[in-house]
Structure formats: structure tokens, C-alpha cells
């Protein structure tokens, strides 16, 4: 079986989630080539190669850089024919997942997205996807010859596996067609870690009443080296800017730890971070919903609870 896998950056720097890719395409086996598309750093394309990588085509054109999906999905389809790829993989993303619907379009693949596990092969090809905002799980056979297969991120165990790759620079060809649509302008969210690719995620809610009292939270994530984020009627009093704002309708997010402070747990929040690997909620309501879906909780003030947490964590390291 030979496997592709795109690979996402940003600003020249490999994404997490699509190094996930890498190790989850290695482990299932087989030759894995992985494609990255625009200008990247050489050292990080290279270092593809520690995580499963035989192979990298690296497509620098800059008319890649911009992340036109249709364009991103023509260059994937003729990638997989020049490698004679059976299965692409990549990460589940505002940009991966159509992409990834495009890809499969065009070579009339099988295609499953939210994949969490690596696929059952004993009886055919079964993938087990995550559905209806993380509540239920459905098991799903790919059964054409080629399949494309978008993961969840924590869908694989990042681990290095061996050394640099041999890259190879790729020339598809780039029809006028594939940029009829034209990105005019990108705001990207700020930040030492971005919620998107963070391991810990502290957020607040309502409950720390006002954007004067964010103090608090903001040095508890910066002793756990953690992203922060917030609850949608937090944003939506402009306590904290719009990419910070957590739930089914914002940034969805699934790190090792996730860090509840003053946020209830309505329904809509709690479809944004259930696929997170550990909750802890932090919140004086003992009856606030969020309880339920906790795997710890603590019942008491944020005003006194988070600061003798911070400074335990502290005292730790």
C-alpha cells in the first residue's frame, strides 16, 4: 500500500496536526510520501522524515501559498497519480477536510472524515469516525480502491521513527482554472500557542466577570505553556477577541488538557471541546452542567482557586 499525506503549514512551519498525519499514515504501514505545498522551511520539510516520511514533494510555488482549496486539491489528485497513491491522509482542518472532499471527487475515492482511529483491515477497510459533534462514533467501510481519510487531531501518537527525508522538489501543473477563487486578505490569530495546535487550553467564562479579572487565567496558561480561550458570550461582550472564543460555533479544539474557569457548559461550548483527552472545570455553581462531562472538578471561587493553582504548579517545576 502506498500512502500520501498533505502536509499543512503555516508561515513556513510544519502543523502539528499534520505531523499526526505522518505518524498515522506510518502506522498503518507501507510507503509513505508526504506533499507539502508553497514555501516551507527546508530544515522542517526534511524533518518530515522522523515521523514516518520515505518521501517529500515539496511544490514552492508561491501561487501555493495562499491555500486555494481547488487549486490544493489538483495538485493532491495528480500527486496521488504520479506516486500511484492508493490512500491519501491528511488532518481534519478548516482546510484539510474540503480538500480532502475535492480530492476524493476528483479520483472517485472512498472518503471518511474525523477518523480517530487507525482503520481496521482484518475484514475489508472499517475506519471509525466521530460524529454528531463528538457524541457518537460510526464505523465506516471505504470500499473503492483509493481512499481519502481526514483524522482528528490526537487520531495518532506523535513519535519519531527515524531520520530525514529525501525531498524532492514537485512541478504540478497549475491550470488558471483552480484560481478563479481569490483570497484577498487573511487575519490570523495571535498568540505564543494558537488554539488549533495547543496541548493545554485554559479558558474562562462569564464567571471571571469582567476582562479586568483575565489576569488570573493568562498567567495560569502561561506557567502550563498553554493557549487560551474563552466562552462565545464572553467574545461576544468583547472581553476577549472573536479567535479565542471555544464551542461548536468557534474554534474546536481537542488538546491532552483542557481547563475550565467560570464557564457552565452549555451545550453548544461542550461540542467544541468533548474530543479533549482531559477536562478539568473549575466553577463555585456545583450544579453547572460542565460537571458532567469533567473528568476532575474542583467546586469553589476562580478568584481563589486558580492563583494557589498557579502558584502550586509553580512550586513544582
Same mark, same amino acid.
Given at each position: ?136 462514533? *460510526?464505523? &465506516? ?6 481512499? +481519502? !481519510?481526514?483524522?482528528?487531531?490526537? @487520531?495518532?501518537?506523535? $513519535? ?110 461542550? *461540542?467544541? &471541546? ?6 478539568? +472545570? !473549575?466553577?463555585?455553581?456545583?450544579? @453547572?452542567?460542565?460537571? $458532567? ?25
Amino acid at each position: 500500500m502506498s500512502t500520501l499525506v498533505f502536509v499543512e503549514t503555516s508561515e513556513g512551519k510544519i502543523r502539528k496536526s499534520s505531523i499526526e498525519a505522518v505518524c498515522y499514515a506510518h502506522a498503518m504501514g507501507g510507503a509513505v510520501t508526504a506533499v507539502v505545498l508553497g514555501p516551507a522551511d527546508s530544515t522542517e520539510v526534511q524533518s518530515l522524515g522522523k515521523f514516518g516520511a520515505k518521501k517529500v514533494l515539496h511544490a514552492a510555488d508561491p501561487k501555493l501559498e495562499k491555500g486555494v482549496a481547488q487549486a490544493y486539491a489538483s495538485v493532491l489528485t495528480q500527486a496521488m497519480n504520479d506516486e500511484s497513491a492508493d490512500v491519501l491522509i491528511l488532518a481534519s482542518s478548516s482546510l484539510g477536510t474540503p480538500v480532502a472532499a475535492k480530492v476524493a471527487v476528483k479520483t472517485g475515492a472512498s472518503f471518511a472524515s474525523n477518523v480517530v482511529e487507525l482503520p481496521d483491515t482484518t475484514s475489508g477497510f472499517v475506519v471509525r469516525r466521530s460524529i454528531y459533534t463528538g457524541k457518537a462514533f *460510526a464505523h &465506516v467501510e471505504l470500499k473503492n480502491s483509493k481512499k +481519502v !481519510i481526514a483524522i482528528r487531531k490526537n @487520531a495518532a501518537e506523535v $513519535k519519531e521513527v527515524g531520520t530525514t527525508a529525501e525531498v524532492v522538489a514537485y512541478s504540478p501543473v497549475l491550470n488558471d482554472s483552480d484560481f478563479n477563487t481569490t483570497i484577498l486578505s487573511s487575519e490570523k490569530a495571535t498568540g505564543d500557542i494558537l488554539l488549533p495546535e495547543a496541548e493545554i487550553v485554559v479558558s474562562g467564562g462569564r464567571g471571571l466577570k469582567g476582562p479586568e479579572h483575565w489576569g488570573i487565567l493568562e498567567e495560569l496558561a502561561r506557567t502550563l505553556r498553554a493557549a487560551t480561550g474563552c466562552s462565545k458570550p464572553v467574545s461576544d461582550m468583547g472581553w476577549r477577541p472573536h479567535h479565542e472564543h471555544v464551542g461548536q460555533t468557534g474554534v474546536k479544539v481537542a488538546p491532552q488538557l483542557y481547563i475550565a474557569i467560570g464557564i457552565s457548559g452549555a451545550i453548544q461550548h461542550l *461540542a467544541g &471541546v468533548n474530543s479533549s483527552k482531559c477536562i478539568v +472545570v !473549575i466553577n463555585k455553581d456545583a450544579d @453547572a452542567p460542565f460537571f $458532567k462531562a469533567a473528568d476532575y472538578g474542583i467546586v469553589g471561587d476562580a478568584f481563589d482557586i486558580v492563583p494557589k493553582l498557579t502558584a502550586a504548579i509553580k512550586a513544582a517545576n
